[in-house]
């Protein structure tokens, strides 16, 4: 390690950063990413089985790490989580907002349960967990808040009436956010994935659905979720620090382009 990334990592030393959906995927990965960059990490899931798995890994790699049951669809299990961290570490330095779900379906029969919860998971989660970690973040002064997003909402797909329209809000409350916790050190910035291969992905994505991207996507392949965890490493870390209420797509040119044969 250079010297330089050696003082990065330093300065992570001692924040605690809480990963909402981080047992597996993409979580996992900015788990283990932010971990490596000496952060204190609290893998926090609605399936604690994995979540303590994923910590046991973690710990074996030398990093401070703890399990926490959390279903960011619930009001309840979110206030429980930040008052036990607040009883055990009295602050929250790190939040992402990763936990999210997703069904592709038409929309003209969209089902209303399932939009419901798709909005209750991606939105109104990414919310709750957002003023919980604030407060906890204006004590110190400082604070760094990274919405996991997606391209689906910046550009309409098929199917993802509820989790496109989920993702776009959460752009929206990324700026939101942004430009009333400024005032308390706290930057809130976002990623927009393009499509990467997960659980989510795996059981979600059909044949079709991976040949369209395929051609849609310039660099021709799904991202990685440490490509994914790289950029929210970035957005956390004091490089970032004064960048606000931005979202990055992380989609191998898939934001840029149009069409792709001359
Ligand atoms: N994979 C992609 O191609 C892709 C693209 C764009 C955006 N995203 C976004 O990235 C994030 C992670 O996606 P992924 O592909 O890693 O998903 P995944 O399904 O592989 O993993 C999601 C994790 O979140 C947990 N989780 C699910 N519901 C939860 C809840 N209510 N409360 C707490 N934890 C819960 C799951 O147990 C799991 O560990 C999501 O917000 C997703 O919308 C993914």
Redesign the pocket.
């Known amino acids: 390690m250079t010297q330089a990334a050696q003082q990065y990592r330093q300065s992570a030393v001692g924040r605690v950063a809480l990963v909402?959906?981080a047992?597996?995927?993409?979580?996992a990965a900015i788990a283990q990413r932010l971990g490596e960059d000496g952060h204190t990490v609290v893998v926090a899931?609605?399936?604690l089985a994995?979540a303590e798995e994923m910590v046991a890994g973690l710990r074996a790699n030398g990093i401070e790490a703890l399990a926490m049951a959390?279903?960011?669809?619930n009001p309840e299990s979110i206030a429980s989580v930040f008052a036990d961290l607040e009883r055990s570490h009295g602050r929250c330095d790190v939040l992402v907002n990763?936990?999210?779900?997703?069904k592709t379906l038409p929309f003209i029969d969209y089902p209303l349960d399932n939009w419901q919860r798709v909005l209750d998971?991606?939105l109104t989660g990414t919310l709750l967990c957002g003023q919980h970690a604030a407060r906890l973040m204006r004590s110190n002064g400082w604070g760094r808040i990274v919405n996991?997003a997606?391209?689906?909402g910046m550009r309409a797909s098929a199917g993802r009436t509820a989790y496109g329209t989920s993702k776009a809000a959460v752009i929206g409350l990324t700026k939101q956010m942004a430009i009333e916790l400024a005032e308390y050190g706290i930057t809130v910035n976002g990623i927009a994935?393009?499509?990467?291969d997960?659980?989510?992905?795996q059981a979600l994505h059909s044949p079709e659905t991976r040949a369209s991207y395929a051609r849609a996507v310039p660099l021709k392949r799904y991202g990685t979720p440490a490509e994914m965890a790289g950029a929210v490493a970035f957005l956390a870390s004091d490089d970032a620090s004064y960048i606000s209420g931005h979202v990055i797509p992380v989609d191998g040119g898939f934001m840029a382009s149009g069409i792709l044969e001359i």
């Open positions: 909402t959906g047992a597996m995927g993409i979580g899931d609605i399936n994995a959390i279903d960011v669809g990763n936990a999210g779900i997703a998971i991606n996991v997606s391209i689906s994935p393009g499509p990467v997960t659980p989510l992905t």
